[in-house]
């Protein structure tokens, strides 16, 4: 072996040695050792947005290290959705997630943008909020009933908006029409904020709302509460019928939920890090007084509920999405 093969030899093992000692560094670094990006789906000043920071707040302080809030609002989750499988599968890039992008959106398109089930691993669902069903102040409208006299008044019946097409809100309030059997248009606006000044403005007569956005504006008498969309009435909104009460069907008793996911292929005891964490939160007095002021309850769960949730609410929206003709 000459000098120059003995050098270029010699460069090889201290090369090879090197990787060996970053790949076992890498193996042996407790998770996690940098800081972590939460990919929230809505924009700032949204419920589920203010429950992704409260989430992030806690975990950070008991993670040790620091959670920073990105927000990728935009098509229904899609554009939150493809950044998240675009980043490494390590646990420092994890994303908030509702009813819309896991039982939804997915089945919006005839072109599948992503797979609930196989795309994503699922960590805890963080919490749980109602959904309310309510009328403009303007429309005469005072209570669930009250929405067939006005559809059957007016030229092309009840006009109704959302969030956008695909929401919750779009979908719920269609089925709400439905089940009445009126006549009714959608009116997609670009967030929940622009939907609910229209409503309060009087160009649309109802419309589905999230618990936090409902409650200072029912207090305030700005909008007409008609129905809350759970199985049994909530403190918050005691006075407020639920739709099972309304219509007699479990159908549409679908409180709103948050859950907290990671890319596929995560390791598992990276996820268990972070589910044992949120439930240290759940215990914590602080986080439920601050989720509470949101119009949120905490979940204690585990991994398998994601997929439970998102299986029950999947068999009530498909169909809807089938029978509205959404899918495009």
């Given at each position: 072996?000459?000098?120059?093969?003995?050098?270029?030899?010699?460069k090889?093992?201290?090369?090879?040695?090197?990787?060996?000692?970053?790949?076992?560094?890498?193996?042996?670094?407790?998770y996690?050792?940098?800081?972590?990006?939460?990919?929230?789906?809505?924009?700032?000043?949204?419920?589920?947005?203010?429950?992704?920071?409260?989430?992030?707040?806690?975990?950070?302080?008991?993670?040790?290290?620091?959670?920073?809030?990105?927000?990728?609002?935009?098509?229904n989750?899609v554009?939150?959705?493809?950044?998240?499988?675009?980043?490494?599968?390590?646990?420092?890039?994890?994303?908030?997630?509702?009813?819309?992008?896991?039982?939804?959106?997915?089945?919006?398109y005839?072109?599948?943008?992503?797979?609930?089930?196989?795309?994503?691993?699922?960590?805890?669902?963080?919490?749980?909020?109602?959904?309310?069903?309510?009328?403009?102040?303007?429309?005469?409208?005072?209570?669930y009933?009250?929405?067939?006299?006005?559809?059957?008044?007016?030229?092309?019946?009840?006009?109704?908006?959302?969030p956008?097409?695909?929401?919750?809100?779009?979908?719920?309030?269609?089925?709400?029409?439905?089940?009445?059997?009126?006549?009714?248009?959608?009116?997609?606006?670009?967030g929940?904020?622009a939907?609910?000044?229209a409503?309060?403005?009087?160009?649309?007569?109802?419309?589905?709302?999230?618990?936090?956005?409902?409650?200072?504006?029912?207090?305030?008498?700005?909008?007409?509460?008609?129905?809350?969309?759970?199985?049994t009435?909530?403190?918050?909104?005691?006075?407020?019928?639920?739709?099972?009460?309304?219509?007699?069907?479990?159908?549409?008793?679908?409180?709103?939920?948050?859950?907290?996911?990671?890319?596929?292929?995560?390791?598992?005891?990276?996820?268990?890090?972070?589910?044992?964490?949120?439930?240290?939160?759940?215990?914590?007095?602080?986080?439920?007084?601050?989720?509470?002021?949101?119009?949120?309850?905490?979940?204690?769960?585990?991994?398998?509920?994601?997929?439970?949730?998102?299986?029950?609410?999947?068999?009530?929206?498909?169909?809807?999405?089938?029978?509205?003709?959404?899918?495009?």
């Open positions: 072996m000459n000098h120059q093969t003995r050098l270029t030899a010699g090889l093992l201290g090369c090879a040695l090197a990787l060996h000692a970053a790949i076992a560094s890498a193996q042996t670094t407790p996690p050792s940098r800081l972590i990006q939460l990919i929230a789906q809505q924009p700032p000043g949204s419920q589920s947005e203010a429950i992704s920071r409260v989430w992030a707040d806690c975990a950070s302080r008991e993670l040790g290290q620091p959670i920073v809030t990105l927000n990728k609002p935009g098509a989750g554009l939150a959705t493809n950044f998240l499988k675009s980043q490494p599968a390590d646990g420092y890039n994890v994303m908030t997630v509702g009813m819309s992008q896991m039982t939804i959106t997915p089945y919006i005839k072109q599948l943008p992503y797979n609930p089930q196989k795309d994503f691993a699922g960590i805890t669902v963080l919490s749980t909020s109602p959904l309310l069903l309510v009328a403009s102040v303007s429309s005469g409208i005072k209570q009933s009250d929405i067939a006299t006005a559809a059957k008044k007016a030229a092309g019946g009840i006009d109704f908006g959302s956008g097409k695909g929401s919750p809100a779009h979908l719920l309030t269609a089925g709400v029409a439905q089940q009445l059997k009126v006549e009714s248009t959608h009116v997609p606006f670009v929940e904020g939907a609910v000044t409503l309060m403005g009087g160009q649309i007569q109802i419309m589905t709302v999230t618990s936090g956005t409902a409650a200072p504006l029912i207090k305030d008498g700005r909008m007409i509460p008609l129905a809350i969309y759970t199985e009435r909530d403190k918050a909104f005691p006075q407020v019928p639920t739709i099972l009460e309304l219509t007699g069907s479990k159908e549409m008793a679908l409180p709103g939920w948050l859950a907290l996911v990671a890319k596929a292929g995560t390791p598992p005891d990276v996820l268990k890090r972070l589910g044992d964490v949120t439930a240290k939160c759940v215990a914590s007095e602080a986080y439920n007084t601050r989720m509470e002021a949101i119009n949120a309850v905490p979940v204690k769960s585990s991994p398998a509920d994601v997929k439970l949730w998102t299986d029950r609410y999947t068999a009530v929206f498909k169909p809807l999405i089938e029978r509205l003709d959404l899918a495009e």
